[in-house]
């Protein structure tokens, strides 16, 4: 049996409550199937029949929804899809976050330290949560998948290979494939990373007196899916585990190789993303 897990990114907020996570749907291709198919009627009763969903196109009535000009549409239109998600076979639902501010006030005293961005600290929560949920073996792989964009994409590759190279995780996890803009499950992941991003900024971060959306709570009620904080707390502890990590490594000379290996990997599948013709520095 093949698992395929599909994922996607939000940030969410300003100031002191921005936040950054990332929305992951784990399910089998049958699965995927039936839900496609759930989700296609949802989006024709809602009209938006041949659309791609995208959470803040939808809320601010641009792009593809310019004529979403009603609370009214916009929300019809969320809770339908959120009830596709609830009465689907989704094996597991899992959305990581992180607080820009904690972010950074963290790693202040410890820049060595410090992870390349928050998408990368969550993505490597997000991939130790589908070990843990769904529980793969080499029989039974989760391969995973991205929308292509350029903002992210080199970099989530990059993270992904070494971590799998890291923890052993090559034969469970053994892929992750860009996709072009429009399947059905990246679009059900970007509603679910925005739902728990922007519940963390308004209510775990930010002063909001508003209740939790609806759709959020309907959400976090599902025995199969989390929505998950790294903590400032567990921030501390990362750099004191990779403190102890470096210190008993440095010098050691098949530490060090593998790390510049993991190094010379990243910037060589930059490199390929990014194509022949692109210019140095161009993001």
């Not at 508003?210 to 976090?220: I, K, N, T």
Request: aromatic fraction near 10%; charged fraction near 25%; glycine fraction near 8%.
């Amino acid at each position: 049996m093949l698992y395929e897990a599909y994922i996607d990114d939000s940030l969410t907020g300003d100031g002191q409550s921005l936040v950054g996570s990332i929305g992951c749907l784990v399910a089998t291709s049958g699965q995927w199937v039936e839900f496609e198919t759930r989700w296609r009627e949802a989006m024709c009763a809602g009209g938006a029949s041949g659309r791609v969903f995208h959470m803040t196109d939808v809320l601010a009535g641009r792009g593809e929804f310019q004529d979403f000009t009603t609370a009214e549409q916009k929300n019809n239109l969320v809770r339908a899809l959120v009830r596709v998600l609830v009465d689907s076979d989704i094996r597991l639902g899992f959305c990581s976050s992180v607080s820009v501010r904690e972010y950074d006030e963290s790693y202040e005293e410890f820049p060595e330290f410090k992870p390349r961005s928050i998408y990368q600290m969550n993505l490597q929560r997000t991939m130790r949560a589908v070990i843990e949920g769904v529980q793969p073996t080499a029989d039974n792989p989760v391969v995973f998948f991205i929308e292509t964009d350029q903002r992210v994409e080199a970099h989530a590759v990059a993270v992904f290979y070494a971590n799998i190279r890291e923890m052993g995780w090559e034969r469970i996890l053994p892929t992750i494939t860009p996709l072009p803009k429009g399947p059905i499950p990246l679009q059900a992941a970007d509603l679910l990373a925005w739902e728990g991003s922007t519940h963390a900024s308004r209510h775990r971060f930010g002063t909001t007196p508003r209740p939790a959306r609806g759709s959020y709570a309907a959400l976090r009620d599902l025995p199969n899916f989390e929505f998950y904080i790294i903590s400032k707390q567990g921030m501390m502890n990362a750099i004191a585990g990779t403190a102890i990590k470096s210190s008993h490594a440095a010098n050691n000379p098949a530490w060090k190789a593998a790390r510049r290996r993991d190094q010379e990997f990243g910037m060589e599948l930059m490199r390929r993303e990014r194509g022949p013709s692109a210019k140095k520095g161009k993001k």
